[in-house]
């Protein structure tokens, strides 16, 4: 990425960044619990007043040589120089034989060590245009003053950790009472007497994971179904419609919400969703909602457990305003992936060799505020979203010369609320194409209008399915657990019984990240006969900022949340769909590498993209978000931040 560039994204990324801790802001007290050290240190926010010489002296008490190294300094290279100097030394200090430093702290200050050195390098300095130790030399020579505005406590707090994490101090897995005992009993005894003491401590986990996952509602909870039934009759009076009405997805099509007037009529909004929704409406961005998925949203904002659903698709104030501000060039601002340049005709994009995907039809249900083809879609239920008759003709024909794509996924929008006819028709006629071994759907309708699967459009798919020849299989989007209801149940199910399967694709966002929030929702949809596919980082697009994650943070729930469930509870893969290169998936250390931390505490990632298998394309710096701006907005709603005090050593 060019330093132009990487610069324009740091500003218009802080301007996105102080919004979203301004909802924040407005709920938590001027301190959030620190969530390193044990004794109490304020971890303030910058906006407020902060005492910048604490952080400080953390940050030098947290390794001293490093200190030293940076204070006797007098010029930059003198200090580069001499941390590398110090690394090495202290690299090789931990494979010394009578070095009695615990295997696991070893590990993890190898890992430091490789992520401080690379920060350090001149390359990667050139190459993101900012140099971090250039900012540690100058406060470690005391030009605080400075720096003072310049750099961030997302930054020192950041450093802190590293340093801790060098000198092997990082104290990842001897914080709790159990751990500091040593080897644990289960190991000293044998044969039952290990056996039972071992249970005891996994009974304990357990019943933590329970505890957590009792925070996340699910659809299918008996007071959850209650009240939904009185969401569903409000609404069915609002538009003067029969019980029976419920279950016919025409119904709920005719009626998809597109302004803000009945959802205040239907539901309590704050006032920026009134305010986003309205200016939406007038700037003609695509905006709908399903009356079944407003169904899903609490009528009472105190209730609270709607968050994930209203996130989905009523738009934050920036979204509103990046996406006006682009009415005109928006099919090339927010093509993110670069579908333009990876669409050999008309509704076909391809990427991959064995891999391609057709747009049939070009628009959904409702719209999705972070859906990835937002450049495209113009609006909901759009009457001029079916391709032309001769264009996809023509795609379809393009598949005969490409006969190495065994895997079409059909997507769109969403072919799923195409009519049953046109529908059956292409997948006939890929059917007839006897390299195609696989046929994915791409729809949220099992999520947003399950109604729609009705037994004619199951039998249908099911006609293509032939086992031992060709698989058909539905791919879906479910975000949180509370989007999992009976009804949406009952499509899956229809659709398991004819043979098919059912995958989902999550996107971690800050509504679904929480401690074992996202395992919650894996649960729940194996319960209903969901099997979980991938977990896709947010795409850093400048207009959905505010859903973010750092990267670390999905490591760290794959690590510490995923791992404690059974398998079949995680058979996703977390992946980073890195723009315009394809995916990088992000358990593979080998395929990206932190390069530089920010003055605001931003990491930057060099991500080595899927191209690298094909040709050798330069790799892709991305800036992460902040952690310390997501454990803020943690705590803003209510999160106890200690829990996530391990985030800073995913790297
Ligand atoms: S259903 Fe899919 S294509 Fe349609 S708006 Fe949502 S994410 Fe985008």
């Known amino acids: 990425m060019k330093k132009k560039e990487l610069k324009n994204r740091k500003d218009s990324r802080s301007a996105s960044k102080t919004s979203r801790a301004a909802a924040g802001r407005q709920r938590i007290q001027s301190k959030i619990i620190d969530d390193v050290f044990t004794d109490a240190v304020e971890m303030v926010k910058p906006r407020f007043e902060v005492d910048f010489s604490a952080y400080l002296d953390r940050l030098w008490e947290a390794n001293p040589e490093i200190y030293n190294c940076l204070k006797n300094a007098s010029k930059l290279e003198e200090a580069r120089d001499a941390l590398y100097s110090y690394l090495e030394r202290a690299e090789r200090e931990i494979f010394k034989i009578d070095n009695d430093l615990h295997i696991l702290e070893k590990a993890t200050v190898r890992e430091c060590i490789r992520a401080f050195k690379s920060i350090i390098g001149p390359v990667n300095e050139y190459r993101t245009g900012v140099s971090a130790l250039d900012f540690l030399w100058k406060l470690a020579r005391g030009k605080r003053k400075e720096l ?7 930054f020192i707090m950041e450093f802190i950790n590293l340093f801790r994490g060098v000198a092997g101090k990082a104290n990842i897995y001897f914080e709790s009472k159990e751990a500091r005992k040593g080897i644990p009993d289960f190991l000293r005894l044998e044969g039952l007497e290990a056996s039972e003491k071992r249970t005891e401590i996994l009974d304990d986990m357990g019943a933590t994971i329970q505890k957590y996952f009792k925070k996340y509602a699910s659809g299918l909870e008996p007071d959850v179904i209650d009240w939904r039934k009185e969401n569903r009759e409000r609404i069915l009076n609002y538009f003067g419609g029969k019980e029976s009405d419920w279950n016919d997805y025409l119904w709920h099509l005719k009626h998809v919400i597109r302004d803000a007037e009945p959802l205040l009529s239907l539901i309590e909004l704050t006032t920026e969703q009134r305010e986003a929704i309205k200016k939406a409406h007038k700037n003609r961005i695509p905006f709908g909602i399903t009356p079944y998925y407003l169904s899903l949203m609490d009528f009472n904002l105190s209730v609270g457990y709607d968050h994930a659903v209203r996130a989905q698709v009523i738009p934050p104030p920036e979204y509103v305003e990046l996406m006006s501000g682009h009415r005109r060039d928006r099919g090339i601002i927010f093509d993110f992936m670069g579908e333009h340049d990876t669409s050999p005709i008309e509704h076909v994009t391809r990427r991959y060799p064995c891999i391609a995907i057709l747009k049939p039809f070009n628009t959904c249900a409702q719209i999705c505020v972070y859906c990835q083809r937002n450049w495209e879609i113009d ?31 059909v997507t769109g929008g969403d072919p799923g609320i195409m009519q049953d006819e046109p529908l059956r028709r292409i997948l006939e006629e890929l059917a007839g194409k006897d390299h195609v071994y696989r046929i994915r759907i791409g729809t949220r309708t099992p999520v947003v209008l399950p109604m729609r699967w009705t037994d004619s459009l199951v039998k249908i798919i099911s ?23 009976p009804e949406a149940m009952l499509a899956v199910q229809k659709i398991r019984k004819a043979g098919i399967g059912v995958y989902n694709q999550e996107v971690f966002t800050i509504e679904n990240s929480r401690r074992f929030e996202s395992a919650k929702l894996r649960r ?15 795409k850093g697009k400048e207009e959905t900022r505010r859903y973010m994650v750092p990267i670390a943070r999905i490591m760290q729930e794959r690590k510490e949340e995923a791992r404690l469930l059974p398998g079949l509870d995680r058979t996703d893969e977390p992946v980073f769909n890195v723009p315009k290169l394809g995916k990088n998936h992000l358990r593979a250390w080998q395929d990206h590498r932190l390069v530089m931390i920010l003055q605001d505490g931003s990491r930057v990632y060099e991500l080595h993209p899927w191209e690298k298998n094909i040709k050798p394309v330069p790799p892709y710096n991305y800036i992460d978000v902040p952690i310390y701006d997501y454990l803020e907005e943690l705590a803003a709603r209510g999160e106890n931040i200690r829990d996530y005090r391990t985030i800073w050593f995913y790297y």
């Open 148 to 154: 003072i505005n310049v750099v961030s406590v997302g």
């Open 379 to 409: 609006e909901v239920l759009d009457p001029k979203a079916a391709a032309s008759k001769k264009s996809l003709e023509e795609a379809l024909d393009w598949f005969d010369n490409h006969r190495s794509i065994g895997d079409v996924l």
């Open 463 to 485: 006609e293509f399915h032939e086992p031992g020849r060709r698989e058909v299989a539905i791919v879906t989007h479910f975000e949180h657990s509370y989007e999992i209801t």
């Open 524 to 538: 729940d949809l194996r319960l209903i006969g969901v099997d979980p596919y991938y977990t896709f980082n947010m």
